[in-house]
């Protein structure tokens, strides 16, 4: 038998077919990944006027689920404050609430249906005025005179009509809503955290879920004693409960905005920060249950050693989409005693968060491809590399 002897033209041949397949293998990567993955979601801005104040401008981020243009469906809508933080935060801000991200792991996952949420944007002209219905005369005692004027507040209640009656109604026409109450939802946080709740005992018609998260109750104080004379806490008292909108509510146990106040309680001693927001939700929570809140349409949540903050309230946010639309169960915590409640109750156990947080994730077929693929890549960089060798021996 002949000695069989590779040419170099049949060398340099074989070596630059190898080169190309093994090319074309990688680029079949990027273009499978992109063929199967589903469409993303996406944020859309635009400006409105307020005529409720003045007909000043509002900024509005609105974050449309990933099927949104691929389908005819109609969405449930839920109603955000802090709108420019909410999906992509400013360089500036302290956090991020990750709301995009978290409603993308849930739809991707199937745990959740698409929702719309509608983001509006704090006015840096005045942060504090739009989420206070009433006048707070003594700032300084809570915050520092950096970051407040000594008086703000008075227009949270006309900050609330122009969500109602404009800007609610201008969602409804731009984009595939599902309008009724049964589909509507608003919240807030901290400082952004008391109008949604005066939204839904105002406007159950409107609204039938409302998410208070680590509601800044002190923002309301009129002075003098700690709780002695609250405007919110007032207004609930004298306000008809709704028997047919669910509320949920959450505090942290040591949540701060600052110095220790040099506000005094009913024994005379100063009070702390994070004593001022634990007592200031617990009020809250009997207040509604004292005057009529059926406490089935209520769920109370403590976290135990909570400082509050964006990324941290981001870790929860997947919970409390599940609970208002797709019906999970999150355990009420007991509230303990505040100076004007009945004292003596005991806190039961702090429930840990029941879901963790799910990044957007790719499906398993797209998953399964692309392994493939790589393991056929690898085994024929491989060949590669031992035809290489072949050919020197020879």
Known sequence: MKNFRILPIKRKRIMRTFIIFLSLCLLTVPNITHAQSPQESRIETFTIPMPQLGNRQKDIQVYLPPNYDSSDTAYPVVYLHNGDDLFNPRPEASGDYKVDETLDGLFFEGSLGGVIVVGIE????????????????????????????????????????????????????????????????????????IFPLLAGISYPEVFSKV????????????????????HFINYINNAAM????????????????????PVKDQDGKRIT???????????????LINNGLPETNIT???????????????????????YFFSDLEIPTS????TPTLTPNLTTSPIPESLTEMVEPAESKSTKSTITVVIVICVLLGLSYLLLIRFLKQR
């Open 122 to 193: 704090v006015d840096r002209d005045s942060p504090w005025d739009e989420y206070m219905p009433w006048v707070n005369e003594n700032m300084y005692d809570w915050v520092k005179p950096n970051n407040s004027n000594p008086v703000q507040g008075g227009d949270g209640f006309a900050f609330i009509d122009f969500i109602v009656h404009t800007l609610k109604p201008a969602i409804d026409s731009r984009y595939r809503t599902l309008p009724d109450r049964e589909n509507t939802a608003i919240g807030g946080f901290c400082r952004g955290a």
């Open 211 to 230: 998410m208070s998260v680590s509601p800044a109750v002190w923002l309301a104080e009129d002075g003098g004693t700690w709780l002695s004379n609250n």
């Open 334 to 337: 007991t509230p303990a005693s």
């Open 242 to 261: 709704p028997r047919d909108v669910i509320f949920y509510l959450e505090i942290g146990t040591k949540e701060s905005s600052g110095s220790r106040p």
């Open 273 to 287: 920060y994070p004593q001022a927001y634990r007592e200031g939700a617990e009020i809250v929570y009997r207040s």
């Open 300 to 322: 109370y949540r403590i976290i135990e050693g909570s400082k509050g903050g964006r990324d941290e309230w981001g870790t929860r946010i997947d919970d409390i989409f599940l």
